[in-house]
């Protein structure tokens, strides 16, 4: 059999289990071969492990509008040198991504720059003003995988209602930020000891936990309309995101134990970095929602580890350099993680603290790509060749001056990590090799 790359010797792990070595024969954006083959390019991939490739369901890629901040270019470079193979990018931008225009715009441009897959989320409303439904329809049909207001709250009810019967109507699956506005008011941190000790404006876990609670409500009301039951077939019909406290998961976990139709993720800040990092006032750690303490991170590793937490979403936000440095109160909300996530959480994770290799993948690739109604990528003859090659021996610092990101910056600059990438394939083509492998 004659393929175009073999990767030989390369310890496979995926969402199911680890399943020893392999030679991977790669061609025609297919795994042809675990036994080996010719093939033009021979790699040897002795001491490196083989993954489906990461998918992000939740990315600011900034663009349209907001280039100064970020491009399809440098976003999904980012991606794919962090091992995403698909990333859903967020409609906050300007203008919004609210018609089927922009989504094909975005999804043409990304498919000549040819990094990781671009898979557009449109806004729910138009304007993403909270008012008036974007048409489920027409953006569905242009690519969107996901409605969401994202980046703001959507704070009518009704209007979270209609959104989630007309999206699922469509086929698609609707994610909400869940702070109560007025109880987040303009907290700039966790509310909390660190907090009132600072003097700075908290935001409340109760903010992030109240609104979960009314949307969770808001579901058991949607789900028991006419048809809806056809409609939902298992799936995901409202997504939370970045999920950050301890109370919030309980609620998801109950819920779901409710039988409803809801997913959740959570980002590599919330699982890492508490509010104590905001002692240093420094705006690096200014995240929405803001980083929390220690037992909401123990509860959400608990939550990522038993399925209530089904996948880890980035929730990547860059902003330039001069708008991160203005002062706490001031800076804008969000960090560049694309290219951190996946050695941030094995090194974190898997290493110090025993938490299962597979179950970290599952959360990275199977998972969200369930969440959102695609199918699995597991490392069998025959499947799609959309993979990452990544060094779980290689220890190397985050330098964020190295960052493909337009944001070179980051709260991990320095913390010496293990398990970074250094192949992605997006079906069986190169999307990022680190130099070695060019
Ligand atoms: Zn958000």
New binding site residues.
């Given amino acids: 059999m004659k393929g175009e790359i073999l990767i030989k010797n390369a310890k496979l792990a995926d969402g199911r289990g680890e399943h020893g070595s392999a030679d991977v024969l790669i061609g025609e954006g297919r795994i042809l071969s675990l036994t080996g083959g010719d093939a033009s390019t021979v790699l040897d991939a002795t001491g490196k492990v083989l993954s489906p490739g990461f998918f992000d369901p939740?990315a600011h890629l900034r663009e349209p509008g907001q280039e100064v901040k970020e491009d399809l270019q440098s976003g999904l470079t980012a991606a794919a040198k962090g091992g995403y193979t698909d990333v859903v990018s967020?409609p906050?931008t300007s203008p919004v991504v609210d018609s089927a225009e922009i989504v094909r715009a975005l999804k043409e441009k990304a498919a000549q720059i040819g990094r990781a897959r671009l898979h557009p989320a449109a806004a729910l409303t138009q304007g993403q003003e909270g008012k008036i439904l974007s048409e489920a329809r027409l953006l569905r049909e242009a690519g969107a995988v996901m409605l969401t207001d994202?980046?703001?709250t959507n704070e009518d009810a009704g209007v979270l209602a209609q959104g989630l019967q007309y999206a699922a109507s469509w086929g698609l699956l609707v994610s909400v930020?869940a702070?109560d506005a007025g109880l987040r008011r303009g907290g700039v941190m966790h509310e909390g000891k660190v907090s009132f000790r600072l003097g700075l404006p908290g935001n409340p876990a109760y903010a992030e936990s109240a609104r979960i609670a009314r949307d969770l409500e808001v579901v058991r009301y949607v789900i028991q309309g006419p048809g809806m039951e056809a409609l939902r077939s298992g799936k995901s019909l409202l997504h939370i995101?970045?999920l950050s406290t301890r109370r919030g998961l309980e609620l998801i976990r109950q819920g779901k134990q409710d039988g409803l139709p809801i997913s959740t993720e959570v980002g590599p800040h919330h699982l890492t970095l508490t509010d104590e990092h905001l002692e240093s006032l420094n705006p690096i750690y200014k995240v929405?929602?803001p980083l929390r303490t220690r037992t909401d991170i123990e509860a959400l590793v608990e939550g990522l580890l038993d399925g209530s937490i089904d996948c880890v979403g980035t929730?990547h936000?860059p902003h330039t350099q001069d708008e991160k440095e203005l002062d706490l109160l001031r800076a804008p909300?969000g960090i560049p993680n694309l290219e951190v996530a996946w050695p941030l959480l094995y090194t974190e994770l898997v290493l110090k603290r025993g938490f299962p290799l597979p179950i970290l993948i599952e959360r990275f690739t199977d998972g969200p790509r369930r969440v959102l109604g695609f199918s699995p990528i597991h490392l069998t003859e025959g499947a799609e060749a959309s993979l990452v090659l990544w060094q779980p021996n290689n220890q190397r610092p985050v330098e964020p001056s190295a960052f493909a990101s337009k944001a070179k910056y980051s709260p991990w600059e320095g913390w010496m990590l293990q398990g970074w990438p250094v192949l992605t394939l997006v079906e069986g083509r190169r999307v990022f090799a680190s130099e070695p492998l060019l």
Avoid: K
């Fill in positions: 939740h967020m906050n994202d980046g703001r930020h702070e995101q970045h929405a929602p929730d936000a909300f």
